[in-house]
């Protein structure tokens, strides 16, 4: 069949919760999507174990996931001490905004998706996390919420003041926010915790994009379905990865697919990531992930298996996903 939109025309109506000409695959994480200042840690040196990131957290790099903070390596022990620690990284008074959009943007494709990204780490739960493991931050929250909310709007304002300045000079076609607060199987964080510390931050940051009507996408991976009212209460108009495992993807499709897109749809670590699985029954898979939650738009496909990225096995097993995908993306629209 051929096209007649480009594939960021495709998405964006996806985006603008559209129906698109066909089922746009999960695009946000493609090469060349990304755009905003250059907001880096320190690398790692070739045979270097130990890289730091904005704030100085000692990093490794995990073959599957990427870098992870550094086990038992926390640079905050004491909520109440945040100010002596967490300090606002020098490279962001170090941008020169005209020009390094300027650089960034001169020979970019303009066929080519703008995902602006201009946030300090990982979310505000995520920085949290980094700066005094899932353990202490969790109990953070709950003894020191006020110091918790302190640490966390001193990062909404830097988040803020990056927000704008990549608005007026990047210009990008859409946002990308994550904060993973959910595991597989249920959030970290109870509905009223939530409601306390990060739905205000959350929004906030959020607001500024969707003043400039630019759409915003937010990343959050497990068993996130009991927050999907509150992202579209705000004003996401997507999410992603959208796992099915303990997330029923059809319902919340049904009672939100008008106004929040649903990116992924296919479970990382589930059926098609065993050996034991057949090429056929993961190419099924797809068609039914597919049938399920691409008739009526709202959806853009994204499958893949988790494992190391140079493993032979996981590589094959992508290949053979998206290829089936491939197959079928034209099927469900006219």
Known sequence: MAAHLTDKENYMRVMRHEVPEWVPPMMVFSPGTMCGPPLF???????AEVF????????????KSGPIPKP???????????RDVIKRPAIIDQIDWEVASHDALKDRDPDILKVG???????YFMNLTYFMGFDNALIACMEEPEEVK??????????LELGKKLIYYYKPDMFHMGDDIA???????????????????????IAIFKEADIPCEH???????????????MGFD????????????????AEYGDKMTICGGFESNGFCSSPDTTEEECRAEVRRVMDSLAPGGGFAFGAFVMGAMDDPFVIERNRILNEEYELNKFKYYN
């Open 41 to 47: 840690g320190a690398m790692p040196e070739p045979g």
């Open 52 to 63: 730091y990131d904005l704030f100085g957290v000692p990093m490794v790099m995990e073959p």
């Open 72 to 82: 038992g390596a926390f640079i905050l022990e004491d909520i109440t001490k945040w």
């Open 117 to 123: 990204g201009a946030s300090l780490g990982n979310g």
């Open 150 to 159: 302190a640490l966390l709007n001193f990062i909404l304002e830097m988040n």
């Open 183 to 205: 595991h597989e199987r249920a959030p970290f964080v109870s509905h009223e915790l939530f409601l306390d510390i990060f739905e205000p931050l959350w929004r906030a940051q």
């Open 219 to 233: 990343h959050n991976c497990g068993a996130f379905a009991d927050f999907v009212p509150y992202i579209v209460d």
């Open 238 to 253: 997507s999410w992603n990865p959208a796992q099915p495992t303990y997330n029923d993807l059809p319902r919340i499709k």
